[in-house]
Nanobody, 127 residues
């Protein structure tokens, strides 16, 4: 059974930091590019970041570039997202996801582009 389990979300003040984790199982994690996407209340899915299979090539949405860092540990089957300099507009449910083979991982804003997803972890940025 494929599982992606996110953790690490919470309530943080503007300017603060959080580290999200996503533990994967049930599929060959190290063979797949992995992504983080988010969805704020009443808004559509927003692609945040993705990373190559070995972790050497990270990609970011313009809205988070320079503040968020995506990494992965293939030995632990775990994906990470470090969130720094948080803003209120970063408030959303954050999901890790595995894209379908036929797509580039960059900019995928529809669940139709993903074959696996987690249950999400809530990030709330508020003073």
């Amino acid at each position: 059974e494929v599982q992606l389990v996110e953790s690490g979300g919470g309530l943080e003040q503007p300017g603060g930091s959080l580290r999200l984790s996503c533990e994967a199982s049930g599929f060959p994690f190290s063979n797949y590019q992995m992504s983080w996407v988010r969805q704020a209340p009443g808004k559509g899915l927003e692609w945040v970041s993705c990373i190559s299979v070995r972790g050497a090539e990270p990609y970011y949405a313009a809205s988070v570039k320079g503040r968020f860092t995506i990494t992965r540990d293939n030995a632990k089957n775990t994906l990470y997202l470090q969130l720094n300099s948080l803003k209120t507009e970063d408030t959303a449910m954050y999901y890790c996801a595995t894209k379908k083979e036929s797509y580039s991982c960059i900019g995928l804003n529809s669940w139709n582009h993903y074959m696996y997803r987690g249950q999400g972890t809530q990030v709330t940025v508020s003073s």
